[in-house]
Nanobody, 119 residues
């Protein structure tokens, strides 16, 4: 059974930092492209950042220079370091594992972790 478990969310003041973790079981994350998505109330889920199996990264413009995605294959975990947080970063953050193998698409999601940015 595949599980992605996010942790690290919470309440932080504007300008603060959080590090989210996404720990996997049942799959090897090294074989998957990984992404962090977020969904704020009343808004669609959006891709914040992703990292390919070879380590290439992409970021949405609004977080570039503030957020960093990384992966630790030994721990089978992906991280999202979030610095200089803004109120508009508040959302539920989800990690996603994506892979296409033999023409079949595999997508796994975590349950989400709440990030609140408020003074």
């Amino acid at each position: 059974q595949v599980q992605l478990v996010e942790s690290g969310g919470g309440l932080v003041q504007p300008g603060g930092s959080l590090r989210l973790s996404c720990a996997a079981s049942g799959i090897f994350l090294s074989r998957y492209a990984m992404g962090w998505y977020r969904q704020a109330p009343g808004k669609q889920r959006e891709l914040v950042t992703d990292i390919t199996t070879d380590g290439s990264t992409n970021y949405v413009d609004s977080v570039t220079g503030r957020f960093t995605i990384s992966r630790d294959h030994a721990k089978n975990t992906v991280y999202l370091q979030m610095n200089s947080l803004k109120p508009e970063d508040a959302a539920v953050y989800y990690c996603n594992a994506h892979r296409i193998m033999y023409g079949r698409q595999y997508d796994y999601w975590g349950q989400g972790t709440q990030v609140t940015v408020s003074s």
